[in-house]
């Protein structure tokens, strides 16, 4: 779910057109397509506008906060780093450091001292515990900073995008002054980012990293051109960093699921596994941010005999994709939900019942009668033989039914759930997912992904009923058997 919370607070800025942030952050509102608008109304504090923003701020889904002076990222920043703690870094594209203290600041301005504030330094009232610390700071597109800033830049040894950590969760914040040749902001400045460099930076950063919020602030509308950039820009962004997190669970689910032969070509990961028959292991992949090429895939797959297979993944990012695919005459098929949840969330609900009493098997030598004997097929050997991140196989008494758990930098896939069918309804299942998450959560992996086919519904209540929620959604695209 995408959430934007709208907060109009211009009382951080002392730039002659601040009160004109009120109307900018409900036109930014507006431009952002999200499934939930909540605005709050600023206090007659700043403290006392970031205790309601604090209380607005949705527990779960993606936020995009939308100012407002750059303050307002106060409260958003605050929760990212009390859910994510040490993995999270957040990004400021800002024309200006915002690294002011109280004592150092000219103006006063509390808009100067946000990053400051955040870093454990600001209006006492204001600072959040715990607080940043320069290593998880990235300042982009910064060049105008009093002499205070620039010596805390230098001590502190923050740095700038190359030095954001690969496994870093990330917070991108926004404020237009980044922009070159942006008007309707209070102080703009020179030789900023083009739009077309920002956007660029953010979708390297979303390729890259799951980003888990978004703040856009500094709005003072002035200028009609600005309104039209905005207009595209924004959603852009939105678009970018919202569907960060489904593109990071699908390149862990690759690795999780490795075919026999893959290779990057022409816009696509190819994939080919003999002797498998499973659409995953025998399809196409569109990279992202390419173009990929359909000629391309359907020579890869027809010199190997087969049909062309595109999975369409996350279908809600290449829907112009599937378009052409649909028009091309590939049969829709094997629509899937992609599943989320905390490890805890499901430990708790499924262990009502007491110990799970089931079996962490890591002996691979093992798994392919375990598998036969629960389900009569070990046909996927062959695929999960090359599974290469930590991986068990979960096993219930006497064979009543397994799954497997592939744990990949903080998240762990389930796969291969079954349950034999002598033992259906007894809640064998939940037990084998209560000892999954016991096993993430000790191996300090909290999040759990799954997929799981639309149509399933009786698989669907039992993960809902464990806290999972929908992530996004995939589906094939098969070209028609040739002539």
């Avoid at 779960?60 to 307002?72: E, K, Q, R, W």
């Avoid at 999270?88 to 690294?99: P, S, T």
């Avoid at 715990?130 to 990235?138: S, V």
């Avoid at 926004?174 to 979708?203: K, R, T």
Wanted: with cysteine.
């Amino acid at each position: 779910m995408r959430t934007v919370v709208e907060v109009p607070q211009w009382q951080g800025s002392l730039s002659p057109t601040a009160p004109r942030l009120v109307e900018g952050a409900a036109r930014l509102a507006a431009m952002v397509p999200a499934d939930a608008h909540v605005r709050v109304e600023t206090g007659a504090t700043l403290a006392e506008t970031a205790a309601r923003v604090r209380r607005a701020l949705p527990a779960d889904g993606f936020t995009i906060t939308v100012g407002g002076d750059c303050g307002v990222e106060l409260e958003p920043v605050a929760a990212a780093l009390r859910r994510y703690g040490d993995r999270l870094h957040v990004v400021w594209f800002d024309a200006h450091g915002d690294l002011n203290s109280p004592e150092s600041s000219p103006s006063g301005a509390f808009h100067g001292m946000i990053v400051r504030t955040l870093l454990g330094e600001g209006p006492l009232d204001l600072v959040p515990s715990p607080a940043l610390r320069p290593d998880q700071l990235a300042l982009v597109g910064t060049r105008v900073l009093d002499p205070a800033e620039a010596d805390y830049i230098r001590l502190a040894d923050i740095g700038g995008l190359a030095d954001v950590a690969d496994d870093a969760l990330v917070y991108v914040h926004v404020d237009l002054d980044v922009l070159d040749g942006f008007a309707s902001v209070g102080y703009p400045e020179p030789d900023g980012l083009s739009p077309e460099a920002l956007i660029a930076a953010v979708a390297d950063l979303a390729a890259r990293h799951e980003i888990v919020g978004l703040g856009i602030t500094e709005y003072a509308p002035s200028d009609p051109a600005d309104e039209d950039l905005l207009k595209w820009m924004v959603p852009e962004l939105a678009r970018l960093c919202a569907g960060s997190r489904a593109r990071q669970i699908e390149r862990r689910a690759v690795a999780a699921w490795p075919a026999g032969h893959a290779e990057e070509r022409d816009g696509w990961l190819l994939r080919h596994t003999p002797g498998v028959h499973r659409k995953r292991s025998n399809s196409a992949l569109p990279l992202v941010n390419a173009s990929p090429s359909l000629a391309a895939v359907e020579t890869f797959y027809a010199d190997r005999c087969l049909p062309a297979i595109v999975q369409v993944s996350p279908a809600e990012q290449h829907t112009e994709l599937d378009a052409a695919l649909a028009a091309r005459g590939y049969a829709k098929t094997g629509e899937t939900l992609v599943m989320t949840a905390d490890a805890e969330t499901v430990l708790t609900a499924a262990t009502k019942n007491g110990d799970s009493g089931v079996e962490r098997v890591f002996d691979r030598d093992r798994w392919a009668a375990l598998f036969e004997a629960v389900t009569s097929d070990a046909g996927s050997m062959p695929v999960i033989g090359r599974i290469e991140p930590e991986t068990v196989l979960l096993v219930a008494g006497n064979g009543a039914g397994l799954g497997l758990a592939v744990m990949d930098d903080g998240w762990t896939g389930v796969f291969c759930m079954a349950t034999h069918p002598g033992r259906r309804r007894e809640g064998v299942a939940r037990a084998v997912m209560a000892e999954l998450a016991r096993w993430s959560q000790e191996r300090g992996a909290p999040c759990l992904y799954l997929q799981v086919e639309e149509d399933n519904h009786p698989a669907r209540a039992l993960y809902e009923g464990l806290g999972f929620t929908t992530s996004h959604r995939y589906h094939y695209r098969r070209e028609h058997p040739r002539e």
